[in-house]
């Protein structure tokens, strides 16, 4: 199986702040990566589809980018709302896996 | 607009069986790869099976031999039956669209199971 590392797996930060979240791939997976943002006692919500294509409706703050094994997942100026836990899910493979999550808590 | 909606969780004791549906509307189930994800309280996201539009099948080790996916296509509908539950079973089961590839996904709201005595 492809497993996915993100890190860090939490993080505190600001209103404002520019964040970035990485993940990691066991082994290439080409540019078949979302990424998703879940709020507690929420469905995971999808931010970025194919690394860095941003999913109809998600703002502009959030950007993906990475090939292969190396992702990142940024928002450029951190709101309120953004506040959350995030993950990554490789599409690459018949046996999905997802990162561990990354918190992103307020500062 | 495509819409998933999951039912059939609920409170159910160890070595028990469940069967949790998921209803799609605004595209054809059997057109397209459908999963089922879980979520343990408190933990993150798990992939648990997915059935392509051919009807291969596939599952996680942690429940393979014990839950099987299915669809029907006259209702345009997802299953999951689960038997032989065990506590480590106890999630949030959510179905969703397009896991694979490089389009975007679609998830349900999500359907709770917990397991225990």
């Known amino acids: 199986d492809i497993q996915m590392t993100q890190s860090p797996s939490s993080l505190s930060a600001s209103v404002g702040d520019r964040v970035t979240i990485t993940c990691r791939a066991s082994?290439?997976?080409?540019?078949?990566l979302k990424w998703y943002q879940q709020k507690p006692g929420k469905a995971p919500n999808l931010l970025i589809y194919?690394?860095?294509n941003l999913q109809s409706g998600v703002p502009s703050r959030f950007s993906g980018s990475g090939s292969g094994t190396d992702f990142t997942l940024t928002i450029s100026s951190l709101q309120p709302e953004d506040f959350a836990t995030y993950y990554c899910?490789?599409?690459?493979?018949?046996?999905?896996?997802f990162g561990q999550g990354t918190k992103v808590e307020i500062k | 607009e495509v819409q998933l909606v999951e039912t059939g969780g609920g409170l159910i004791q160890p070595g028990g069986s469940l069967r949790l549906s998921c209803a799609a509307s605004?595209?054809?189930?059997?057109?397209?790869?459908m999963s089922w994800v879980r979520q343990a309280p408190g933990k993150g996201l798990e992939w648990v099976s997915v059935?392509?539009?051919?009807?291969?099948?596939y599952y996680a080790d942690s429940v393979k031999g014990r839950f099987t996916i299915s669809r029907d296509n006259s209702k345009n509908t997802l299953y999951l039956q689960m038997n032989s539950l065990r506590a480590e079973d106890t999630a949030v089961y959510y179905c969703?669209?397009?896991?694979?590839?490089?389009?975007?996904?679609?998830w349900g709201q999500g359907t709770l199971v917990t397991v225990s005595s």
């Open positions: 605004g595209f054809t189930v059997s057109s397209n790869y």
């Open positions: 059935i392509y539009s051919g009807g291969t099948t």
């Open positions: 194919a690394a860095s």
């Open positions: 082994e290439s997976i080409s540019s078949y």
């Open positions: 899910q490789q599409s690459y493979s018949t046996l999905s896996t």
């Open positions: 969703a669209r397009n896991l694979y590839g490089g389009d975007p996904s679609y």
